[in-house]
């Protein structure tokens, strides 16, 4: 095969792709009923740890995401519950971790491999229909004191989210899974350099006087800044809202705001 037929092929697969998430965008974020998301345990190091914990989860430990989405929700006027979470078991199978590179080319490969191993799961299973699917590698922190960068994909409403197997980090898990939740409903993060987020998109009170520190986190800039170089991770969702910015980009209202 010729190396413009190969190149040709390619740009029609992702010319496929873009007009087909350009549809999923607009119908997921309609917000006409709740958007089913479900999430997906797998034990990301097979450490004993990291199988027992994904042996413990329920579609309890999850609520709180499903929580927080009806709280911001409400604050823009959403008139019904954004999302219904429903946790589906633990797999075996490991969808391909992204790239630790930039490359532009690496990256629209993990993508197309990514969706493709999703759509094969997805297919071969009798699971129920799903709008959203989330798939939460566990990891044991004993042995893993940092873990790859998660990544939820736009229009492609799957995300991979890595976490810790520790009833410590079970709130900041769950910020991280919303985090990668809302990147698959359009909406972009708003941190930059040293994981500071961005003023005014990424704070969630950028009027407040003094403006620091903060309260609170923005779901996107990730981080509650306490001063214009110093910021901490929230805890649990209870520390974030949704901004704005990132409001609009999910289509909900903010007329006024």
């Known amino acids: 095969m010729s190396k413009n037929l190969r190149y040709m092929i390619l740009l029609l697969i992702l010319l496929f792709v873009a007009v087909n998430e350009a549809v999923i ?4 974020t309609s917000w ?4 089913r998301v479900h999430i997906y345990a797998i034990s990301g190091d097979a450490r004993a740890a990291s199988e027992a914990w994904v042996d413990a989860l329920t579609t309890e430990h999850f609520k709180p995401i499903e929580t927080f989405m009806s709280r911001e929700a409400k604050r823009y006027g959403v008139a019904i519950q954004p999302v219904r979470v429903e946790y589906h078991g633990r797999l075996e199978s490991h969808p391909p971790q992204p790239p630790s590179g930039s490359s532009v080319l690496e ?12 759509w094969y799961r997805g297919w071969t299973t009798d699971n129920d229909h799903s709008d959203v699917e989330l798939f939460v590698s566990y990891y044991d922190t004993a042995t893993s004191t940092s873990l ?16 810790f197997a520790d009833k410590t980090y079970r709130g900041s898990n769950q910020v991280v899974i919303i985090h990668e ?17 961005e003023y005014p998109r990424g704070y969630a009170e ?9 309260r609170m986190a923005e779901i996107m800039g990730g981080r509650i800044p306490l001063s214009a170089q110093l910021s901490k991770m929230p805890e649990n969702p209870g520390e974030v809202v949704v901004g ?5 980009e999910i289509n909900w209202p903010v007329e006024g705001r």
């Not at 990256?107 to 999703?118: P, T």
């Not at 704005?244 to 609009?248: I, L």
Request: zero cysteines; charged letters at 15%; hydrophobic letters at 40%.
């Open 148 to 163: 790859r960068h998660s990544v939820g994909l736009e229009g492609g409403l799957i995300g991979i989210i890595n976490a």
């Open 32 to 35: 006409e009923r709740p958007l």
């Open 206 to 214: 950028p009027y407040r006087i003094p403006l620091y520190p903060q």
């Open 181 to 197: 939740l809302m990147h698959t409903l359009g909406a972009t993060d708003k941190y930059g350099q040293a994981n500071m987020p």
């Open 244 to 248: 704005a910015y990132t409001a609009a």
């Open 107 to 118: 990256n629209i490969g993990w993508s197309l491999r990514f969706r493709a191993w999703a």
């Open 25 to 28: 965008k607009m119908r997921s």
